[in-house]
């Protein structure tokens, strides 16, 4: 079995970790669930590991759940507006219109699901 090398030794990884926290991050007592290096929380509240970027907290599997939907909507969402982009350039308008229809329905769900989630707040915090 090969020696995994630890990550906090790695001189990129700290030079990473040491450039998140110039630019004003702070590193939170969370580790990376895949590296064990510590979560850093942007000025935007972006959570990120040093080697993995991007970091989703979750508390529950019903919340890993909706970020996964949040991700996987996301990913149609680029792809169909990459392909919207593509068919415009070439002046291509036969799919346009199924093109337009989708993002159009991705902005519907999400406005459902974050009246959901609206709702969600509401009831627990009045109980």
Do not use: W
Not at 26 to 31: D, I
Not at 53 to 81: F, N, Q, T
Request: hydrophobic share 35%; glycine share 4%; proline share 2%.
């Amino acid at each position: 079995m090969a020696n995994k090398r630890d990550l906090r030794d790695d001189p990129e990884v700290v030079k990473k970790m040491a450039l998140l926290l110039s630019q004003g991050a702070s590193m939170l007592e969370q580790t990376c669930p895949v590296c064990g290096l510590p979560l850093f929380k942007t000025k935007k509240g972006e959570v990120i590991c040093a080697v993995h970027g991007r970091v989703y907290l979750v508390a529950s599997e019903e919340e890993a759940k909706e970020v996964e939907i949040d991700e996987a909507l996301k990913g149609v969402e680029y792809y169909v507006s990459t392909k919207l982009r593509e068919k415009m350039l070439k002046d291509e308008t036969d799919e346009v219109e199924d093109l337009l229809r989708i993002i159009d329905l991705i902005e519907r769900i999400r406005a459902l699901r974050e009246d959901r989630s609206k709702i969600d707040k509401q009831g627990r915090s009045s109980a």
